[in-house]
C-alpha cells in the first residue's frame, strides 16, 4: 500500500472511530436510538473537510462581558456561507458571550442562560462541534433575551419562518434547536436550582448538584418587586436584582455546562405542534442566502468565464 492509500485508510479509520463515539455520545444524551433520523448535509474530514479552531475567540473580559473570561463559559465553533449566494467557508469562526452582549445590546442574564442551554443542544445536534448555521431552525419564549441568543446562534429568522415562539408559555425559558438536514430536534433548558422566574416550572426532569452562591428562592422573591409591571422598588432593589444576576451568571460559569443545563431530544416532532402560529409571518420570505452553499467550484483556480 501506498504512503498515500495509508494515510487515506487512517483518515477514514479515525472518522469511523469518531462516528462511533459520536454515537455512544448521543446514546448517553437519550437519543435512545440511532444517532440521526436522515443524513447530514457532510462529514467533516470524508466528504468535507473545514479547518475549526483557527482563530482565538475573544475571552478577554470587559465591564459588558465579565463572565467570558470564566472556566466554562462557551464558544461555539460556527460555519457559514460566503456573503450572499455564496460557498461553504472552509473554516470556523469563534462566537463567545462577549459577541452576544454586543448583539443583543447588554450583558443579560437570559441571554447567556440560553446559550448555555444552546451550547448543551448543539453537543448533539453536532458532534463534531461544528455548527452549521444554514441548517438550523429554533424556538424560544417571548424574551428578546432568549429570541436573539437563538436567532444570533442559529442564524433563525422570522422572515424565514424557521425562528417561533412556544405556543406553551410555560417553556418560557427553555429552547429547542432544530437541524432540517439530520430532522433532529432538541429541547434545552436550565436544571432546577438554577432556574429564576417566580411561578414557572422548569420543563425537564433534572437537578442541579452543587450549592449556587445565591438562592434561587431570593431571587424570584426579588424579581417578583423589580420586575412587576408597574411596580415600584425601590434605588437599592434595583441594585441588588442586577448584582444577584451577575454573581448567579458567574457561579454557574464556574462549573461545567452539563451540571445546569439539560437536553433531550423530540421524537416526531412536528414543528407546528410548537410554535405560535399567531406569532409567525403569514408569508415568510424563501430564504436564499445559503441556496448555493454546495455550489461546483471551476475547473481550475484560475480560469476565465465558460
Not at 462516528?19 to 457532510?42: D, K, N, V
Not at 475571552?59 to 466554562?72: G, H, I, L, N, Q
Not at 460556527?78 to 445590546?105: C, E, I, N, S, W
Request: with cysteine; proline share 7%.
Amino acid at each position: 500500500m501506498t504512503g498515500d492509500c495509508v494515510a487515506s485508510a487512517q483518515v477514514l479509520a479515525a472518522w469511523k472511530g469518531f462516528r462511533a463515539f459520536a454515537c455512544m455520545a448521543c446514546a448517553m444524551w437519550s437519543l435512545a436510538g440511532a444517532c440521526q433520523a436522515a443524513q447530514p448535509t457532510y462529514r467533516v474530514g470524508e466528504t468535507i473537510f473545514i479547518e475549526t479552531g483557527v482563530e482565538a475567540p475573544d475571552r478577554s473580559p470587559t465591564w459588558y462581558a465579565a463572565m467570558v473570561a470564566r472556566p466554562y463559559a462557551p464558544v461555539f465553533e460556527m460555519l457559514a456561507t460566503q456573503g450572499t449566494q455564496g460557498r461553504y467557508y472552509p473554516y470556523t469562526y469563534p462566537v463567545t458571550l462577549k459577541d452576544l452582549a454586543r448583539f443583543h445590546g447588554h450583558d443579560c442574564e437570559g441571554t447567556t442562560h440560553a446559550a448555555n442551554a444552546a451550547w448543551v443542544a448543539f453537543k448533539i445536534l453536532f458532534p463534531d462541534g461544528i455548527i452549521d448555521r444554514s441548517v438550523l431552525w429554533g424556538i424560544s419564549g417571548e424574551s428578546p433575551c432568549w429570541s436573539d441568543a437563538v436567532a444570533y446562534l442559529t442564524g433563525a429568522r422570522v422572515q424565514y419562518g424557521n425562528l417561533g415562539f412556544f405556543k406553551d408559555k410555560r417553556y418560557s425559558h427553555a429552547i429547542i434547536l432544530y437541524r432540517d438536514d439530520t430532522k433532529v430536534a432538541v429541547l434545552a433548558t436550565w436544571r432546577q436550582g438554577i432556574n429564576n422566574i417566580p411561578g414557572e416550572p422548569v420543563m425537564l426532569p433534572e437537578k442541579v448538584t452543587w450549592l449556587p452562591k445565591i438562592t434561587m428562592k431570593d431571587v424570584e422573591a426579588l424579581k417578583a418587586v423589580v420586575k412587576k409591571a408597574g411596580g415600584n422598588p425601590t434605588p437599592y432593589q434595583v441594585d441588588l436584582m442586577r448584582y444577584q444576576q451577575w454573581v448567579h451568571v458567574n457561579d454557574i460559569l464556574g462549573h461545567p455546562l452539563e451540571d445546569s443545563y439539560q437536553a433531550k431530544v423530540i421524537r416526531d416532532f412536528k414543528w407546528a405542534d410548537w410554535i405560535d402560529s399567531d406569532k409567525t409571518m403569514a408569508k415568510p420570505h424563501e430564504r436564499s442566502d445559503t441556496r448555493l452553499k454546495n455550489y461546483p467550484y471551476r475547473g481550475r483556480p484560475v480560469e476565465g468565464p465558460q
